[in-house]
């Protein structure tokens, strides 16, 4: 199974901007789709967005959808998350996983944490 890890993670001020990643170990990658979560504080953690095993398909939530972008580059075995146009709402602990459509399907990692201040 593949083992994923996030960086990029901070404090921005609203309206900034961030990209995350999600660095993949292992062969397989270009087979997994993956997806990025969130947990804010007191909060369920939630979907975010996911890009499909060759970047076909992009899914994203509505409350990110038009300021988030999703990619992924096999050659790094990354999948990278642009945050612009960031909102206070936005602040939380970001995880990456392998998902079978909004669902995710790897065990969670330390996350990366984003804090967008107003």
């Known amino acids: 199974q593949v083992q994923l890890v996030e960086s990029g993670g901070g404090l921005v001020q609203a309206g900034g901007s961030l990209r995350l990643s999600c660095a993949a170990s292992?062969?397989?990658?270009?087979?997994?789709?993956i997806g990025w979560f969130r947990q804010a504080p007191g909060n369920e953690r939630e979907f975010v967005a996911a890009?499909?095993?060759?970047?076909?398909?992009?899914y994203y939530s509505d409350s990110v959808k038009g300021r988030f972008t999703i990619s992924r580059d096999s050659l790094k075995n990354t999948v990278y998350l642009q945050m612009n146009s960031l909102k206070p709402e936005d602040t939380a602990v970001y995880y990456c996983?392998?998902?079978?459509?909004?669902?995710?399907?790897?065990?969670w990692g330390q996350g990366t944490q984003v804090t967008v201040s107003s």
């Open positions: 996983a392998t998902v079978a459509g909004y669902r995710a399907t790897s065990d």
């Open positions: 890009i499909s095993e060759r970047s076909y398909r992009k």
């Open positions: 292992g062969r397989t990658f270009s087979s997994y789709a």
